[in-house]
């Protein structure tokens, strides 16, 4: 430790008699027994030396609990968790609210005696005791802060809160946000310099509220996932895109009321009349954001010309107009998902096909209205095309596959299942041309043969991935590719290959 902190070391040996207390400090046993315990990586801001002076902190400001079951001690309800995991009690669930615990006692503690001895984990340093942290979960770190003063000051150290993780249908994502930027806002009034990534997927009771509170005091923000927040509206995704100029990650899938992203009025008043460019935006996800018109992608490509990965997956009131003013305003455009559009056509592609060198991944699965026609537009302008998904595309025939083939000689992946008029034919163009093919789906396909796969594993070695399942291969053309392609798995409905 550098002579220059001045810790008081509480020893965290009497850790369960510190948390299973009277009172509110039974909230943190409830925390640590359904908590989810996968390993997770440190982030990357995390130093390993101590290189600032944490003894100038303020130590009276308490330490967030985030959940407290308000109808009985004994009901426990989804905790916050790390990587998605949602982590729930045997004991039933309940409305999840943000407390605010007490911090640990202040009375310092002397030297132990002779006789006594410390536990392993006394014995660590603090840069020690800040790796292990940075690897725990939201909750788990809270828990932590009420251990003892020492723990308290390290678990509070802004390096190990660049990311808040939050998950559970019923927990107060409002409150709990509200508490964790109130208490990260200590050093730095009203303002919160560390926080850069907020993930609140499948918080079902996270409003606008909470967003509001991020807003306001995470002005460095670059990651937000909302997933599934359906209560969310245009207005706090306008106050975040506003008051976090570095946001770069935004994924608002599954919100249904977000319909466009765009800045506040207020915003847009003090800026210039080319604000769009100060929007920062890189990754957009609004799958499943079902309100979203062609309107709403227009003012979307208006203002976010940085975009370079796009996914609107299940948003089916777009149409070809949209993807017009998508391939005008965001040329940079490197991914992007249509799957599931059933209103974007050949027309729709020849827009796409706009994007020309840029472009690396497609999807159009069930994209019923395209056909040959369209995909010979995203093939002759969009050379570098890497990953292709045109499944259910029943317009789709192997005039447009060879020509895709002949175009596009990088091709990495391609998914044509479901696709009727694709056949041994047009698999035999592809594998002369695209010999660096590794994934491969031709599910339901039904005009293919073993003629067809014999050519695409002769040519194509490096075949990681075959999906031929519901196709009338026989068992021998399947062994012909296990053979040549040893890395490849196969998978099949045939009966007769094993």
Known sequence: MDEGTHYHRKQPTKMLNTCQGKGSSSISSDISSSTDHTPTKAPKNVATTEDSDRSTRTLSTPSPGLILPTKSPSLSSPALSINGHESTSPSGSAETVAMVHPQPGTQTRSRQSKGQHYAPIDLLPDHALLQIFSHLP???????????????????????????????????????????????????????????????????????????????????????????????????????????????????????????????????????????????????????????????????????????????????????????????????????????????????????????????????????????????????????LRYLNARGCEGLTDHGLGHLARSCPKLKSLDVGKCPLVSDSGLEQLALYCQGLRRLSLRACESVTGRGLRAIAANCCDLQLLNVQDCEVSPEALRFVRRHCRRCVIEHTNPGFF
């Open 138 to 384: 939201t909750n788990q770190l809270c828990c932590c802060a009420r251990v003892c003063r020492l723990w308290y000051n390290l678990a509070w150290d802004p390096r190990l809160w660049s990311t808040v993780r939050l998950t559970g249908e019923l927990l107060h994502a409002d409150r709990a946000l509200r508490v964790l930027t109130h208490r990260l806002c200590q050093d730095t009034p009203n303002v919160c310099l560390t926080l850069e990534t907020v993930v609140a997927s499948g918080c079902r009771r996270l409003t606008d509220r909470g967003l509001h509170a991020v807003a306001q005091c995470c002005p460095e923000l670059r990651r937000l996932e909302v997933t599934g927040c359906y209560n969310i509206s245009n207005e706090a995704v306008f106050e975040v895109v506003s008051c976090c100029p570095n946001l770069e990650h935004l994924n608002v899938s599954g919100c249904s009321k977000v319909t466009c992203i765009s800045l506040t009025q207020e915003a847009s008043v003090q800026l210039s009349p080319l604000h769009g460019q100060q929007i920062s935006i890189h990754y957009l996800d609004m799958s499943d954001c079902f309100s979203l018109e062609d309107q709403g992608l227009r003012t979307i490509a208006s203002h976010c010309p940085r975009l370079t990965h796009l996914y609107l997956r299940r948003c089916t009131r777009l149409t070809d107009e949209a993807l017009r003013h998508l391939a005008l305003h965001c040329p940079s455009v490197r991914e992007l998902s249509l799957s599931d559009c059933r209103l974007v056509g050949d027309f729709g592609l020849r827009e796409v096909a706009r994007l020309e060198g840029c472009l690396r991944y497609l999807s159009v699965a069930h994209c019923g209205r395209i056909t040959d026609v369209g995909v010979r537009y995203v093939a002759r302008y969009c050379p570098r």
